[in-house]
T-cell receptor, first 113, second 110 residues
Framework: DAGITQSPRHKVTETGTPVTLRCHQT?????MYWYRQDPGHGLRLIHY???????DKGEVSDGYSVSRSKTEDFLLTLESATSSQTSVYFC????????????FGDGTRLSIL | EDKVVQSPLSLVVHEGDTVTLNCSYE??????LLWYKQEKKAPTFLFML????IEKKSGRLSSILDKKELFSILNITATQTGDSAIYLC??????????FGPGTSLSVIP
């Protein structure tokens, strides 16, 4: 168990509503990541953080924003959800230093109707 | 553009069979390659490979990297139903960026 908790685990919402997903870690790791996983695409990076208030975009960042005000929490926000954002969202953490692997949370299944 | 190709995409075998999963990649400033196993929930880390020709082993699983030919293989011997999962290959490149392949879905039937 990598000490990562994602919430909620499941969510169904309507198009146009704001949605926030939370990732909480107990490992005090520097790096945190948000991915989405869709059939045929594998895991794709949305945003990542390399420290408190330090974030950067991944390959599929459009329509998403993130915030990290504390080491242990990394929030992903969909400002106005669209059906194309229906997916499974995974948070990952990584200790600092070269060559450390990422460890994943159990995911949030998000459905946007 | 960074690219990861895994083959086969899907595989069904019987318990006791040996399987080989393939991963080829094109990644800028390659640093290492990771393998993950994903069952119903989170991907779990299996191996990290950094040098060519050095086999990593964990029980019935083993993996090797060829940095010249840009590929890696994951072998599973004497497969069990608990090996049924999606296996993800993930090379790491510039700025520690990890690119995940689409995965190989392995089903082991009794």
């Amino acid at each position: 168990d990598a000490g990562i908790t994602q919430s909620p685990r499941h969510k169904v919402t309507e198009t146009g509503t704001p949605v926030t997903l939370r990732c909480h870690q107990t490992e005090n790791h520097r790096y945190m990541y948000w991915y989405r996983q869709d059939p045929g695409h594998g895991l794709r990076l949305i945003h990542y953080s390399y420290g408190v208030k330090d974030t950067d975009k991944g390959e599929v960042s459009d329509g998403y924003s993130v915030s990290r005000s504390k080491t242990e929490d990394f929030l992903l926000t969909l400002e106005s959800a669209t059906s194309s954002q229906t997916s499974v969202y995974f948070c990952a953490i990584k200790a600092g230093g070269e060559g450390q692997p990422q460890h994943f949370g159990d995911g949030t299944r998000l459905s946007i109707l | 553009e960074d690219k990861v190709v895994q083959s086969p995409l899907s595989l069904v075998v019987h318990e006791g069979d040996t399987v080989t999963l393939n991963c080829s990649y094109e990644v800028t400033n390659f640093r290492s390659l990771l393998w993950y196993k994903q069952e119903k929930k989170a991907p779990t880390f299996l191996f990290m490979l950094t040098s060519s020709g050095i086999e990593k082993k964990s029980g019935r699983l083993s993996s090797i990297l060829d940095k010249k030919e840009l590929f890696s293989i994951l072998n599973i011997t004497a497969t069990q139903t608990g090996d049924s999962a999606i296996y993800l290959c993930a090379p790491r490149g510039t700025y520690d960026k990890v690119i995940f392949g689409p995965g190989t879905s392995l089903s082991v039937i009794p």
